[in-house]
């Protein structure tokens, strides 16, 4: 039998997002941008992509710790929310509008 199989390149998954706006802890691999949007047992347990022991025992890890588990499920909402079109968006304008503004450099 396989272990779980996991993604090798994966820049901002929607499966992630997804789990985290219904609240779900999140175990997840460290590819692509994700390292970028999630933060180690804040919004996630990131994991190494090529080690499915490291995903089954981050899920064991939630199942016997509730505290991290809860944690984890708070973050996670907020994670999807600051991902949403609508922040973004936000974020993107004011990025624009420092860019745009005389003498001013624009900060990511």
């Known amino acids: ?3 779980p199989l996991t993604n090798r390149i994966d820049n901002m998954p929607v ?3 997804e789990a985290a706006a219904f609240g779900l802890p999140i175990v997840s691999t460290d590819v692509g941008g994700i390292p970028d949007i999630i933060v180690h047992e804040e919004t996630a347990l990131p994991v190494g992509s090529e ?5 089954a025992d981050g899920v ?3 199942l016997d710790d509730s505290d991290l588990s809860a944690r984890l499920s708070d973050n996670a909402r907020w994670l999807a929310e600051s991902c949403s079109w609508a922040a973004l968006r936000h974020r993107r304008v004011d990025v624009l509008a420092r860019a745009s503004a005389p003498g001013k450099e624009a900060d990511p």
């Open 1 to 3: 039998m396989r272990g």
């Open 15 to 17: 499966s992630l997002l």
């Open 51 to 55: 080690d499915p022991s490291a995903m």
């Open 60 to 62: 064991l890890r939630l």
